[in-house]
Nanobody, 127 residues
Framework: QVQLVESGGGLVQAGGSLRLSCAAS????????MGWFRQAPGKEREFVAA????????YYADSVKGRFTISRDNAKNPVYLQMSSLKPEDTAVYYC????????????????????WGQGTQVTVSA
């Protein structure tokens, strides 16, 4: 069974940092594009960041650029999201996703390009 499992969420004060991890089981994702999305209450799930299978191409949503860093370690299979300078508006459930799409990294903002999804981890940023 293919699974993606996120961890590292929690409650943090504004200005603080968190590091999310996404572990995979059931298959290797070393040749998949990996992405992070988030969904706040009452809102659509939105793109946060994506990284190519090699790690050589990375793309961020404008709202997180300069504050979040996506990375991966294909030897260990996970993908990470380092979040700094967190704001209350970053509060959401964060999801990792995997894609086999052979597209430009800028096209990986679209949810339908991803095949596998995790269950999500809650991030709450207090003011």
């Amino acid at each position: 069974q293919v699974q993606l499992v996120e961890s590292g969420g929690g409650l943090v004060q504004a200005g603080g940092s968190l590091r999310l991890s996404c572990a995979a089981s059931g298959r290797t994702f070393s040749n998949y594009v990996m992405g992070w999305f988030r969904q706040a209450p009452g809102k659509e799930r939105e793109f946060v960041a994506a990284v190519s299978w090699s790690g050589g191409s990375i793309y961020y949503a404008d709202s997180v650029k300069g504050r979040f860093t996506i990375s991966r370690d294909n030897a260990k299979n996970p993908v990470y999201l380092q979040m700094s300078s967190l704001k209350p508006e970053d509060t959401a459930v964060y999801y990792c996703a995997a894609s086999t799409a052979n597209l430009a990294i800028t096209a990986m903002t679209r949810r339908y390009n991803y095949t596998y999804w995790g269950q999500g981890t809650q991030v709450t940023v207090s003011a």
